[in-house]
C-alpha cells in the first residue's frame, strides 16, 4: 500500500472517460429546447397559402415556431440577465466563436454554404460585425 495514501496526496484517478475540456463558450448557448432560427415578427396566417380544406401551409407553424422561440429566447436572456450576468456577457461576446463553430460544421452542406459565405464576407468586410450565422 502507498504510504501516502490518507495523507492528501492524490495517489489515483478513476474514470475520466466522459470528460471534455472545451471552451468556455461552448457552455453559454441556449438550451436545447430554445435553440432554433431566428424570426423577429410574427407570421401572419393569412398571407400563407391554404389547401382546399382551408388548412394552413406548414412553413406558416415552421415560421410561428421560429417566432415563438426567439420570444422565449429573449425571456430567458432577460432573466439570466438578473440571475447570473456574467452568463449573459460571456454569452453575447462570444457569438463570432459559435457562429464559426457553426460554419465549420456545416461547411459541406449545400444549402448552407451561400450563407456561410456571405457570413464570411461580412466578417471580412467588418460590414455588421454583430451579424450572426
Known amino acids: 500500500m502507498d504510504s501516502s495514501c490518507g495523507q492528501g496526496v492524490l495517489t489515483g484517478v478513476a474514470d475520466w472517460e466522459c470528460i471534455s475540456a472545451l471552451p468556455l463558450w461552448i457552455d453559454y448557448q441556449f438550451p436545447p429546447v430554445l435553440q432554433g432560427k431566428r424570426l423577429d415578427e410574427e407570421p401572419i396566417k393569412s398571407t400563407y397559402p391554404h389547401d382546399e380544406n382551408g388548412a394552413v401551409d406548414e412553413l406558416y407553424w415552421e415560421h410561428l415556431e421560429n417566432y415563438e422561440l426567439t420570444q422565449l429566447r429573449r425571456i430567458f436572456l432577460s432573466e439570466m440577465t438578473k440571475l447570473e450576468p456574467r ?13 464559426f463553430d457553426l460554419a465549420v460544421t456545416n461547411c459541406g452542406h449545400s444549402f448552407l454554404i451561400r450563407r456561410i459565405c456571405n457570413w464570411l464576407k461580412d466578417m471580412d468586410s467588418g460590414a455588421d460585425r454583430n451579424a450572426s450565422l
Not at 453575447?92 to 459559435?98: D, G
Open 87 to 99: 452568463w449573459v456577457e460571456i454569452f453575447k461576446s462570444s457569438q463570432r466563436q459559435r457562429d
